[in-house]
């Protein structure tokens, strides 16, 4: 699965606003505790719409693995 991508949470940014959550179509980001996102990584297909939403910015989609 190296070539799939992956969302990332900087969780020292997120201010737990869920809007990814509430955008993702996999159901894949919990807001932790009301302090954090935390995205699950089987469910990420990597579409990249949380990334877009995230006011913070505090998401990217990348390639999990890191080598590609
Ligand atoms: S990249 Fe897509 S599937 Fe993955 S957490 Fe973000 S919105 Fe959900
Ligand atoms: S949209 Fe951004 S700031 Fe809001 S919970 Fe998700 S990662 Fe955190």
Request: contains cysteine; aromatic residues 4%; charged residues 15%.
């Amino acid at each position: 699965m190296a070539n799939r991508k992956t969302a990332f949470v900087d969780v020292s940014h997120c201010a737990a606003c869920g809007a990814c959550a509430a955008v993702c179509p996999r159901g894949a980001i919990s807001v932790i505790g009301g302090c954090f996102a935390q995205v699950d990584s089987e469910k990420c297909v990597g579409c990249g719409l949380c990334a877009r939403t995230c006011p913070a910015g505090t998401i990217t989609a990348s390639y999990a693995g890191g080598r590609s």
